[in-house]
């Protein structure tokens, strides 16, 4: 079982940054691909970002590509998305997820944390 927590999110406006961390309980935290999602009301739940198991690759939505930056510290169980520049289109709840089975859009989901909003202003 792993239990994610966000935190980090809140309101900024457009232009601005947040990083946003998830932390993990998990025995072995670096067997898992990690990834952030985010949903906007009335919208679906998209993939954002997502790392492999020892942070050497990186995957980003086009929406997000040179704004956004995930990373990961195995010794702390941690996994951020720096956000940069943004929009309000970005206005959201973000989600941390693990996965335990491939990684970026294609990979197996199991374990998702619960959510931190994230409002950018105009």
């Known amino acids: 079982q792993v239990k994610l927590v966000e935190s980090g999110g809140g309101l900024v406006q457009a232009g601005g940054s947040l990083r946003l961390s998830c932390a993990a309980s998990?025995?072995?935290?670096?067997?898992?691909?990690m990834g952030w999602f985010r949903q906007a009301p009335g919208k679906e739940r998209e993939f954002v970002a997502g790392i492999s198991w020892g942070g050497d690759s990186t995957y980003y939505t086009n929406s997000v590509k040179g704004r956004f930056t995930i990373s990961r510290d195995n010794a702390k169980n941690t996994v951020y998305l720096q956000m940069t520049s943004l929009k309000p289109e970005d206005t959201a709840v973000y989600y941390c997820?693990?996965?335990?089975?491939?990684?970026?859009?294609?990979?197996?989901?199991?374990?998702w944390g619960q959510g931190t909003q994230v409002t950018v202003s105009s």
């Open positions: 997820a693990a996965s335990e089975r491939g990684w970026g859009p294609l990979g197996s989901y199991n374990y």
């Open positions: 998990a025995r072995s935290f670096s067997s898992y691909a």
